[in-house]
């Protein structure tokens, strides 16, 4: 017993005594920081009681895993990281890397699209959807779109933005893939790998540039891309679909270019930031289907890699939020490459 109460005496002592730890306990009445300005040295106070009591009720993925229960919700631990009330596009995100991605976006707090092709959502994507319900202040919602028309992709996301009266970013995660040699690759397959992977990613982020700019919203794009931009892989017959990759990766560089001052808030220029996430080899249902075709390449990919196994779709979560939220307010026109060390030999 004297030593729990040294203990509690000595944890009381060590409690921090700064103005922003004092604001985060004193409840819903109190001035906290609801926003963070990544542009600026101070929060931008509020006294309006509904955020506080909005993340009360709905803590995000983030403050769940803090270890001080009494300041979990308190919006000045990792407020960087923090998407409240924020709006997102995902395309690809009936299933797969997508779906996994706008998972973590719903946790952090973001209001999230999915987009894919198909009419009527996934089983996986209810699934995902049921899991998240009411346990965090993000949503998710699908929509169906083809990425390679345009009319369709500008009128689905013209539909999302004005709903909200913003739209604060993309993840352009729409993509096939079709294993052949050089010499057997169909000619019209090249247009139909281009128009989805290449194509798509443009199509998707002109569209979303478009409503971010009407609306005054600065925000982030992640196209994805893939460590097959940058190498061919070991044993792998994609050269088309490693092409297109290539140029997501080139294409990330011009849009961070084109849009870094594009957004006229009227306190001057603020960016859309571009940048691409480059994946290594993940275990998808689009990667199964490759072992299926060639049961020894899943071998071939461990050994080729430093760590000697395949990833897993949760690995690439924290690498999207850092790009879409202020954490990375700096990062534009670059790439992240998550592959084990597969590039790095």
């Not at 998407?83 to 998972?103: F, I, K, W």
């Not at 994507?125 to 202040?137: H, I, K, L, M, N």
């Not at 004005?162 to 397959?189: F, M, N, T």
């Not at 290594?280 to 899943?298: A, C, H, Q, S, Y």
Request: hydrophobic share 40%; charged share 20%.
């Amino acid at each position: 017993m004297l030593a729990r109460a040294r203990l509690q005496v000595f944890a009381r002592l060590a409690r921090p005594t700064n103005a922003g730890y004092q604001i985060a306990r004193l409840g819903p009445s109190a001035i906290h920081c609801s926003r963070y300005n990544p542009t600026s040295t101070r929060c931008l106070a509020t006294t309006s009681t509904e955020t506080t009591t909005s993340l009360a009720k709905y803590p995000t993925a983030i403050a769940q895993r803090l270890p001080d229960s009494e300041a979990q919700h308190s919006p000045h631990r990792l407020r960087e990281f923090e998407l409240n009330g924020r709006v997102y596009v995902v395309t690809g995100g009936a299933q797969g890397l997508g779906l996994t991605l706008a998972e973590a976006l719903v946790e952090a707090g973001g209001k999230v699209y999915c987009l894919d092709i198909q009419k009527e959502p996934t089983a996986p994507f209810y699934e995902t959807q049921g899991r998240v319900a009411d346990r965090f202040e993000g949503t998710l919602s699908y929509r169906h779109v083809d990425v390679q028309n345009a009319e369709q992709v500008d009128s689905v996301i013209a539909e999302i933005a004005a709903e909200h009266s913003r739209l604060d970013g993309l993840i352009a995660a729409a993509g096939i893939q079709y294993v052949k040699p050089a010499l057997e690759y169909p000619p019209d397959r090249i247009q139909h790998m281009m128009n989805t992977n290449f194509g798509g990613v443009f199509l998707s982020a002109v569209s979303c540039a478009r409503q971010m700019i009407k609306y005054k919203s600065p925000g982030a794009m992640v196209l994805v891309g893939s460590m097959s931009g940058l190498n061919a892989n070991k044993g792998f017959t994609s050269s088309v679909y490693n092409s297109s990759k290539a140029a997501v990766i080139q294409l990330g560089r011009n849009l961070a270019m084109e849009w870094g001052k594009v957004i006229d808030t009227g306190g001057g220029k603020r960016a859309i930031r571009v940048n691409v996430l480059c994946p290594g080899n993940i275990i998808t249902p689009m990667v199964l289907k490759n072992f299926e075709d060639d049961p020894g390449l899943r071998k071939i990919w461990e050994e080729n890699n430093m760590l000697g196994r395949i990833s897993e779709m949760k690995e690439y979560r924290g690498a999207a939020l850092f790009m879409l939220s202020d954490a990375s307010s700096f990062m534009t026109g670059s790439h992240i490459i998550i592959d084990g060390g597969y590039t790095a030999w």
